[in-house]
């Protein structure tokens, strides 16, 4: 849930010709910055993940995770120039993104391989979640390309999402 200070700063800041209502892009912008502190907050549990991995299956899944975070990192920019381009603020620094962000804390490290990748699976599950109902509302806000922004994320989030619960089924 965004702060009073994050919402204050979500309105649009400057005139602009187009031609989305201002209330829906007002409300796109508070979800894209919802968006934005969640994608900056994944990326950096991703490369937590990546440097403090250990075990067995350590240089797949130090791989693994580094794909992960490369991914996820382009989706900061486009997140980031799409509120700009609503007329409103980014709020993308680090405490900002810290202080709104809806993923839990990343795990204490050390910890096993498995619950590396149990605590990615449920951080890339919540963010997926967050994507798809952000499809749906921008949808019902009549802003196509935002939600086109939505629904590529949503496509590659499922996709790895199934690349890190792989490593945690087991064969029957």
Same mark, same amino acid.
């Given at each position: ?17 187009? =031609?989305?209502?201002? +209330? ?62 609503? +007329? ?50 921008? =949808? ?7 939600? =086109? ?24």
């Amino acid at each position: 849930m965004p702060t009073k200070h994050l919402e204050a700063q979500t309105r649009t800041t400057f005139n602009t010709r187009n =031609d989305i209502p201002a +209330s829906a892009r007002n409300e796109c912008c508070r979800l894209l910055n919802t968006t934005l502190a969640a994608t900056l907050d994944l990326w950096t549990q991703l490369k937590q993940a990546h440097w403090n991995v250990k075990g067995p299956n350590f240089y797949q899944l130090h791989l693994l995770f580094d794909e992960l975070a490369t991914t996820v990192y382009e989706y900061i920019d486009m997140v980031a120039e799409r509120i700009t381009a609503l +007329s409103g603020i980014a709020n993308g620094t680090a405490r900002q993104s810290a202080s709104n962000s809806f993923l839990p804390e990343y795990p204490a490290i050390p910890i096993t391989e498995k619950d590396h990748l149990k605590a990615l699976a449920d951080r890339l599950a919540a963010y997926g979640k967050h994507i798809r109902t952000s499809i749906e509302k921008t =949808d019902e806000l009549g802003d196509q390309a935002t939600n =086109d922004l939505y629904v590529e994320i949503a496509r590659t989030i499922d996709a790895k999402l199934w690349f890190i619960e792989a490593h945690l089924q087991e064969n029957h």
